[in-house]
């Protein structure tokens, strides 16, 4: 077990429609990173949030967005949601300045229908 | 910028031998790092194994270690006296030392364990 819980571990939505992601992250981990695996394929970075503000992005569009809350838990937020945005969303915890130690959820699978 | 190649889909080996996972990547940083994580069915990514750039000396951690070839840009994995526990895909990444811009991933090796 890695400390860091991810819900739900899966949903379905409909093309068009937003959706929330959670995680929890280890009490002390002030930097979390949310990254999206597509079947067959590695993660790939979206995100990482540092002290409640975003430090760090890889190549995903504005409508996806991130919070990060002082009792160390998260979101990711997804608008308008495309067929192609069906994957395994991971989120991954470490400590500050550390993100090379990062300890990661099990994802949430997200089916856009 | 930086870019990781997993050449190897899928390696198949019998149980109690030792496998060799392959890993070229690409980074204009002199600061980072090298990982290997696994990923089993239950989709939790485990890090396996890691190594810092600036350190020659080859990380090992039990039946894992890795072969780091810095000029050739080379981070294979090896395995040995595989079990069973061992299948699960296996993940290569690399990320920059100083850097918020997360690991970036190959696309897999899926290894078969074969009793």
């Known amino acids: 077990e890695t400390g860091v819980t991810q819900s739900p571990t899966h949903l379905i939505k409909t093309r068009g429609q937003q959706v929330t992601l959670r995680c929890s992250s280890q009490?002390?981990?002030?930097?979390v990173s949310w990254y999206q695996q597509a079947l067959g394929q590695g993660p790939q970075f979206i995100f990482q949030?540092?002290?409640?503000?975003?430090?760090g992005r890889g190549n995903f569009p504005p409508r996806f967005s991130g919070l990060q809350f002082p009792n160390y838990s998260s979101e990711l937020n997804v608008n308008a949601l495309e067929l192609d945005d069906s994957a395994l969303y991971l989120c991954?915890?470490?400590?500050?300045?550390?993100?090379?130690?990062?300890?990661f959820g099990q994802g949430t699978r997200l089916t856009v229908v | 910028a930086q870019t990781v190649t997993q050449s190897q889909p899928e390696m198949s080996v019998q149980e109690a031998e030792t496998v060799t996972l392959s890993c070229t990547y690409d980074t204009s940083e002199s600061d980072y790092y090298l990982f290997w994580y696994k990923q089993p069915p239950s989709r939790q990514m485990i890090l396996v194994i890691r190594?810092?750039?600036?350190?020659?000396q080859n990380a090992t951690e039990n039946r894992f270690s890795v072969n780091f070839q810095k000029a050739a840009k080379s981070f294979s994995l090896k395995i040995s006296d595989s079990q069973l526990g061992d299948a699960a895909m296996y993940f290569c990444?690399?990320?920059?030392?100083?850097?918020?811009?997360?690991?970036?991933f190959g696309k897999g090796t899926h290894l078969i364990i074969q009793p």
């Open positions: 991954a915890s470490s400590l500050e300045g550390r993100d090379t130690e990062a300890f």
């Open positions: 990444a690399c990320h920059s030392g100083g850097g918020a811009d997360g690991l970036t």
């Open positions: 949030y540092y002290r409640e503000e975003e430090n």
């Open positions: 009490s002390g981990h002030n930097t």
């Open positions: 190594q810092e750039a600036y350190k020659q």
